[in-house]
């Protein structure tokens, strides 16, 4: 055939053709995914999101300090003044992996700029390396079809744009590379190759823990897998040591971490290895020893195994004496858990999916990987099939169905189901394909050639309608949206530098030994930025500090400012989202949505355990008279509310909420620069002060008055 023509020989190696093709789609996925990840790098060469300024600050420690101070830092900057031991609270292989790769390949460049490119970087080599992993599974083609729908994944380009340096695109290279070696160990001929493959795996499993926690959702399946082996393969004096292998690799490298250690071999993932790997040798061991009916012991064990299991987990939710996961892990198995924990289910990445998010997401895929399952079972009853092996199978269909499973509580886990849903899409578009020809690769008929060509332009049509439609919900301009810290969040597709801005007259404009209270979401961009302490952050250590912010907020000003000085806090922090209205009226009027602290003030009362009804009208979002003029969070609000209006007839308005309304502000500083109040108004950002019509991110900053006095 064509593809095997030979190009050229080195020793005795022959590079043919078909690794040209390899190469040229293997740049081509990598290219693509590059491109794609780096468009919104068009507003804003920033950081993205909220954690990356935090690691960009940590590992700019390490560059700076070394790893022995490092993992020694106390960062009295988080949680003041508890402060924050970083590295048994942090991804900290994520912050050695970005420090060394900067030293080796940062050159001249400055490590804000690096670590704003480096997820893009390691999210395109994942794109490589799942080719190499379903290439074990599968087959080149295979890899080949993986690596492409890969690049342009929406819940895989969402977790990892350009500025994302955050857990997610670290973790999933990593554990792609896990995945690779293991499989790729357990099915190597050779047992020194095997023993280093193996032994790989395990180091990149928990390197991936250490990246990202929720990687353990990877551990999940592995573990499954382990249980099927005993079954599936006939190999037992191999795999009753090479299992083992990787196992205790994982182990004794995750004692490495302080993070990672104990809280996994003894929680969620550390479970899900060991005792699969425990079973697998006993397992054998009773088939072993078994003269007939071998099969159906090891089954029988099974069966007390997943009796016992349950039931042990049963007891522990009492007694507890195995570590449990936090909160939202928990959720991912268990559904029903989802509104016990306001503060979890206040973080939007946590939201549940949707049905609509689902199709969105996957499309032709699912048609894909239904088909790949279907032609996967049918390979069961062929035997000279060839395809794929039975313990491939068996780790494609757990790899996809728990997948989809974990990703139907958090949007978040979506890209669990993504990375099985392109596998076992990948998959069914290979065994479809050679199905298809198998009978008519020889023939020179026009009828087959039409076939051919007019199963190709399908396929390719399939595959390139979710590249174009829906319009505006394409990987393209799904990937193309403004850093958080130019847009604050919002759902406004604007870049300005109000954050920035109000980041740097923090810096330039506070006493360095300043603490500044804000909603928690704000505490690393006030950190990292802005270069002063706060009293929460994004890592939600202390749940209990977040509920005191969210009651001091609701708090009458007098109760609030008493709070204020006991958390020892000097400035107090606000973000006001809105927009200006287009009306031509001596006054500016103003609707005040979007994703500022207006629109999370009921998570504010829910995490304070507040009845909502005392502080919101009927439609769960437009504050009472009694918030407005009764909590500090009113008060600081710059905005006093003038009535309601219909949107779609502004003709239409009240003086009370009427539903399908929408309030209608005006600007109102309650608490001034020059006042006596509890609090003083000392920056207000551009957008507040310009009155331009359009989008408003209204960051105010308030400085505790120390010389107030309260009347209660």
Excluded at 17 to 25: A, D, K, M, R, S
Excluded at 145 to 169: C, M, N, Q, T, Y
Excluded at 194 to 203: D, F, H, M, P
Excluded at 443 to 463: D, Q
């Amino acid at each position: 055939m064509l593809s095997n023509t030979k190009l050229l020989s080195v020793g005795t190696f022959d590079f043919k053709l078909n690794h040209l093709l390899v190469i040229g789609v293997l740049i081509l996925s990598f290219s693509i995914s590059f491109l794609l990840r780096s468009q919104p790098a068009d507003f804003g060469f920033e950081l993205n999101e909220f954690d990356p300024f935090f690691n960009y600050r940590a590992t700019q420690y390490v560059v700076d300090n070394g790893l022995s101070d490092y993992f020694e830092w106390r960062d009295n900057l988080s949680w003041y003044p508890a402060g924050r031991d970083v590295s048994t609270t942090s991804q900290v292989i994520l912050h050695l992996t970005a420090a060394y790769t900067y030293w080796i390949f940062g050159g001249g460049m400055n490590l804000y700029d690096f670590t704003i490119l480096l997820p893009v970087i390691f999210a395109s080599l994942s794109a490589i390396v799942i080719f190499a992993l379903v290439r074990v599974i599968g087959g080149t083609t295979a890899g080949l079809f993986a690596s492409l729908l890969f690049s342009v994944s929406i819940p895989l380009l969402i977790r990892s744009p350009i500025g994302w340096f955050k857990s997610e695109p670290l973790g999933i290279f990593f554990s792609l590379l896990a995945v690779y070696f293991l499989l790729s160990g357990i099915n190597s001929q050779n047992k020194k190759i095997a023993i280093i493959k193996l032994a790989s795996a395990g180091i990149f499993t928990s390197f991936s823990i250490s990246a990202w926690g929720g990687n353990q959702f990877f551990i999940i399946p592995i573990g499954i897998f382990f249980l099927t082996l005993p079954f599936l393969r006939t190999d037992h004096r191999f795999i009753i040591w090479a299992i083992p292998v990787y196992t205790v690799t994982t182990i004794l490298v995750s004692l490495g971490f302080e993070r990672v250690s104990s809280n996994f071999i003894f929680g969620l993932g550390g479970i899900s290895i060991i005792i699969p790997t425990v079973f697998l040798v006993f397992c054998i061991f009773i088939q072993n020893k078994s003269s007939n009916n071998k099969t159906r012991n090891g089954l029988l064990f099974l069966l007390a195994l997943l009796v016992i299991a349950p039931t042990i987990l049963l007891i522990n939710s009492d007694s507890q004496f195995l570590p449990l996961p936090s909160h939202r892990y928990l959720n991912a198995l268990n559904p029903f858990l989802t509104t016990t924990d306001a503060l979890v289910d206040s973080v939007s990445e946590h939201a549940t999916t949707t049905i609509a998010q689902s199709f969105l997401f996957h499309s032709v895929l699912m048609i894909f990987s239904s088909i790949g399952i279907w032609l996967l079972v049918k390979n069961i009853q062929i035997k000279n099939f060839g395809f794929i092996k039975n313990d491939m199978l068996s780790f494609s269909l757990i790899l996809g169905l728990v997948g989809v499973y974990v990703s139907s509580t958090f949007l978040r886990l979506e890209v669990f189901a993504s990375i099985g849903i392109i596998i076992l899409a990948s998959l069914g578009l290979t065994m479809l394909t050679k199905e298809f020809f198998k009978n008519r690769s020889t023939s020179t008929k026009p009828i087959n050639r039409l076939l051919k060509l007019s199963y190709v332009t399908g396929i390719i049509i399939l595959l390139v309608i979710p590249m174009i439609y829906p319009i505006g919900s394409t990987p393209s301009t799904i990937a193309n949206i403004p850093p958080t810290i130019m847009n604050g969040g919002t759902s406004y597709q604007i870049a300005t530098n109000d954050w920035l801005d109000a980041l740097e007259w923090i810096k330039d404009n506070t006493p360095k030994d300043a603490v500044v209270a804000a909603w928690w979401d704000y505490g690393y961009w006030i950190s990292t930025m802005g270069e002063r302490a706060t009293l929460a952050d994004n890592s939600t250590i202390y749940t209990h500090i977040i509920e005191n912010i969210a009651k001091m907020l609701l708090s009458n000003p007098d109760t609030a400012w008493n709070a204020l000085n006991e958390m020892q806090a000097d400035y107090v922090l606000i973000f006001i989202s809105g927009e200006k209205l287009n009306i031509d009226t001596p006054e500016s009027y103003y609707i005040l949505s979007g994703g500022g602290d207006e629109s999370k003030k009921q998570w504010f009362m829910k995490i304070a355990g507040y009845d909502l009804s005392k502080y919101l009208e009927s439609d769960g979002i437009s504050g009472t008279e009694y918030f407005w003029n009764e909590t500090l969070l009113g008060k600081m609000t710059p905005f006093s509310l003038l009535g309601y209006v219909n949107p779609n007839n502004p003709n239409q308005q009240s003086s009370t909420l009427v539903p399908g309304m929408i309030g209608v502000y005006e600007k109102d500083i309650k608490l001034p620069s020059d006042g006596d109040g509890p609090l003083r108004l000392v920056y207000a950002s551009s957008s507040f002060t310009e009155e331009k019509v359009g989008p408003m991110l209204g960051i105010f900053i308030y400085e505790v008055n120390k010389d107030y006095k309260p009347l209660s």
